[in-house]
C-alpha cells in the first residue's frame, strides 16, 4: 500500500473515530440527567477520539519511514558477495545506490551486472514487504486506538482539557522544532566555517582587501593560491542594499501614509492592490529590466554628463531592487498604521493640530516598531538577492564606493562558489560557509541595533 492510501484510509478512521466519539456524546446529552451530562460538548469527545486514532498510527509511519532505508540497506548489504562487501566506503555506497535505482526502476536492468540485479530484486521484495507491515501496523494501531478511546469516555472525562492540552503539546512541539531547526542551521555553517579558518586566517578574511578564491586542486596543478579577502563582497553587498533602500524606504513609507490617510476607500482599493503586484514579478523579470533597461539607460545619461560608467553598476541593480522591496515597506507600513487606533487620531486633532501633524507626532511614533519591522525585513530581502545582482551588477569583487562600478555581493558569491563540480573540503568551497556565516552575524547586529532603536522611541512615546 503506497503512502498516500495509506495516509487516505487513517483519515477514514480518523473521521469514524470521530463521528463514533461525538454520537455518543450527543445521545448521551439527550438522555442523561443534568448530574450525569458530559462535561464538554460532544465534539470535544469526538476530537479526543479522533486524537486516539491519528497519533499511533502516524508514530508507527514516522518511525516506520525514519529507519526503514537504513534497516533494508543493512540487510541488502549483507546479501551481497564478500568481494563487494570489502569495497572502500565510498564505492560501496554507490553500489547500494545502483541497487535501489534498479530497484525503484531508475536504471535500465540492461546496464547491470548480475550481482547488481540479484540485490536489486532482493531489494524490491524487502521494500515491498516493508510497505505492506508498514500498512498492516498503521492501521492496526488506529484502530487499537480508537478502540481505546471510545471504552476511556465517561460522562466526567475532561475531554475539552485534553484536547485543548494536546493541541498546546502540538504548537510546543512545532515552536521545538523550528527552534531547533535554526540552532541545526547556525551551527553546521559555523561547524564548515571553523574548517575554512582552520585553512585561511580570519584576520585575512575579515580585513583582506582582494577577493579571489580560485585555487589549484592538485598538487601538480597550476593555478591560484587564492585570496579570501571578504571586505569587497560585504562593500558590494552593503552599497547594493544602501541604494535600494534610499529609494524602498522613502516610497514605500510615503505610499503607506498616503493609502491610510488620505486616499479615499475607492483609490485605496485600486491602489493597493495594483502596488502589491510588484511582489508577485519575479526576481529573474527584474533581473532582465535592470541588464536591458535600467543599465543601458544610466551609462547613457551618464556619458551624456562626461562620466564613465561600467555596463554592469550597482546603481542599476540598487535601483531595481529597490523598486522591487517598495511593497514590502508600503504593505507592512500600511497595516501598521492602520492599526494605530483611531481614538488616538481623534484625540490629536481635537486639540488642535493639524492632519500632518498627527501623523507626524502621533500616528508615526506609535507605529514606529511596526514600521521598522518592515525596514527589516527590506534589508534582509535586499541582503538576501541574488539574480537582480549576478544580471546587471555583474561577478567582479571590486573595492569601491563608486555606484557607477561593477561590483559583488555575498549571496552571488556564495552561489558561484558552491556551483559545479567542487571539492568539499577544499578552501574555495569552505569559504562559501564563512561567507554566510559573516552574513548572518552581520544580519544578527543589524536586529539588535533596530530592537535597541524601537525600544527607546517607544519608551520616550509611552
Known amino acids: 500500500m503506497t503512502i498516500s492510501l495509506l495516509i487516505l484510509s487513517i483519515f477514514i478512521l480518523v473521521a469514524l473515530g470521530y463521528t463514533m466519539g461525538r454520537g455518543w456524546a450527543s445521545k448521551l446529552s439527550r438522555e442523561a440527567e443534568d448530574k450525569d451530562r458530559p462535561h464538554s460538548l460532544p465534539r470535544y469527545y469526538g476530537y479526543l477520539v479522533a486524537l486516539w486514532t491519528a497519533i499511533p498510527a502516524l508514530l508507527v509511519i514516522v518511525c516506520w519511514l525514519l529507519f526503514e532505508s537504513t534497516i533494508l540497506t543493512s ?8 568481494e563487494v562487501q570489502t569495497l572502500p566506503e565510498g564505492e560501496l555506497k554507490l553500489v547500494i545506490n545502483d541497487i535501489k535505482n534498479l530497484a525503484v526502476g531508475n536504471i535500465s536492468s540492461s546496464n547491470a551486472d548480475a550481482v547488481r540485479l540479484a540485490a536489486a530484486e532482493h531489494f524490491s521484495s524487502l521494500l515491498n514487504k516493508s510497505r505492506w507491515a508498514r500498512s498492516i501496523l498503521a492501521i492496526a494501531a488506529a484502530l487499537l486506538g480508537m478502540l481505546y478511546g471510545l471504552r476511556s469516555l465517561h460522562p466526567a472525562t475532561r475531554a475539552r482539557v485534553l484536547v485543548e492540552k494536546a493541541i498546546m503539546f502540538f504548537l510546543i512541539a512545532c515552536s521545538s522544532l523550528a527552534i531547533l531547526t535554526t540552532v541545526g542551521i547556525v551551527f553546521s555553517v559555523l561547524f564548515e566555517s571553523l574548517r575554512f579558518f582552520g585553512k585561511v586566517p580570519f584576520s585575512e578574511f575579515a580585513f583582506g582587501l582582494h577577493w579571489s578564491p580560485q585555487t589549484a586542486i592538485r598538487a601538480d596543478q597550476v593555478g591560484s593560491s587564492g585570496s579570501f579577502g571578504a571586505v569587497p563582497i560585504f562593500a558590494g553587498t552593503l552599497l547594493i542594499s544602501a541604494i535600494a533602500m534610499l529609494v524602498a524606504v522613502p516610497f514605500g513609507l510615503m505610499s503607506a501614509i498616503y493609502l491610510a490617510e488620505y486616499a479615499s476607500p475607492t483609490v485605496r482599493a485600486w491602489a493597493k492592490p495594483l502596488l502589491e503586484i510588484l511582489a508577485g514579478i519575479p526576481t529573474v523579470v527584474y533581473g532582465f529590466f535592470a541588464a536591458l533597461t535600467m543599465a543601458p539607460f544610466i551609462r547613457t545619461i551618464g556619458e551624456a554628463v562626461g562620466l564613465t560608467v561600467a555596463s554592469e553598476s ?98 552571488v558569491q556564495i552561489v558561484t562558489l558552491l556551483t559545479g563540480d567542487q571539492a568539499f573540503d577544499s578552501p574555495k568551497t569552505l569559504a562559501a560557509f564563512a561567507l554566510g556565516l559573516m552574513l548572518f552575524v552581520t544580519t544578527l547586529i543589524l536586529n539588535i541595533i533596530a530592537l535597541r532603536t524601537v525600544r527607546k522611541y517607544r519608551e520616550q512615546y509611552e
Open 75 to 82: 540487510l541488502v548489504s549483507r546479501q551481497l558477495p564478500q
Open 314 to 411: 550597482a546603481l542599476a541593480a540598487g535601483l531595481v531592487m529597490g523598486i522591487m522591496i517598495i511593497p514590502f515597506v508600503s504593505s507592512l507600513s500600511d497595516d501598521v498604521i492602520t492599526a494605530v487606533p483611531q481614538a488616538m487620531r481623534d484625540g490629536s486633532l481635537g486639540l488642535g493640530a493639524t492632519k500632518s501633524e498627527t501623523i507626524k507626532k502621533v500616528v508615526i511614533p506609535a507605529a514606529l516598531p511596526g514600521i521598522v519591522g518592515g525596514v527589516l525585513l527590506a534589508v534582509s530581502r535586499a541582503i538576501g538577492e541574488t539574480m537582480i545582482v549576478v544580471m546587471a551588477a555583474g561577478l567582479a569583487a571590486n573595492l569601491t564606493i563608486n555606484p557607477l562600478e561593477a561590483v559583488t555581493t555575498v549571496t
